[in-house]
C-alpha cells in the first residue's frame, strides 16, 4: 500500500478513537428538558406557528422563563398551560382543544373533504349523463346511391393508375 495512503488511513483512524476518548457525558438538566417540553406545546403568539420551544423572539424567551420560574414554584404542566390559555386564549396552544371553541378546527375540514367529494361525484354524474352518444341516424335510399357511385368512382380511378 501507498504510504501516504497508510498515512491517511491511520490519521482518520487516530482522530475517530480520540473523538471517543474525549468525549464526555452529556448532563441534561431535567428542568430544562420539561421547559422545552411544555414550551413545544405552546405557539409564539408572534411568530408564524412556530413553537414556544423552537423560536428566538423575545416573546418566546419570556414565555419559557415564565415556564421555568412556575415549574421551580411546583406547578405541573397542566398548571402552566391553563396560564398561558387564561392569558393568550386558545390560540396559544398548538394542537387546539378538541372542545369549545375548538370544535369548528377539527369538524370543519372532515366535512368540507366530504362536501367536496359528494360535490365531485355529482358533477361526474351530472356530466356522464349529458354525454349520451346517438346512434346515426339511417341513411335515405338516395344516400346510400350517392356512396355506391362515389366508391364505384374511386376504385375505377384506381385501378386506370
Known sequence: MNKKIKNILISIL????????????????PL????????????CTVCQNQP????N?????????VIKEKLQEGKNEQEI???????YGDYVLLSPPQSGNGIPLWVFPPLF???AIIAVILIMKSRSEKVVATPPSALSVEDQE????????????GEDE
Open 14 to 29: 487516530l482522530l475517530s478513537v480520540s473523538s471517543l476518548v474525549f468525549s464526555g457525558d452529556v448532563n441534561e438538566d
Open 32 to 43: 430544562e428538558r420539561k421547559v422545552l417540553d411544555i414550551a413545544a406545546k405552546l405557539r
Open 52 to 55: 414556544v420551544a423552537e423560536s
Open 57 to 65: 423572539s423575545g416573546l418566546a424567551r419570556d414565555m419559557r422563563a
Open 81 to 87: 398551560v391553563k396560564f398561558f390559555v387564561d392569558r
Open 113 to 115: 373533504l366530504l362536501l
Open 146 to 157: 350517392r356512396i355506391r357511385l362515389a366508391r364505384e368512382a374511386m376504385n375505377k380511378s
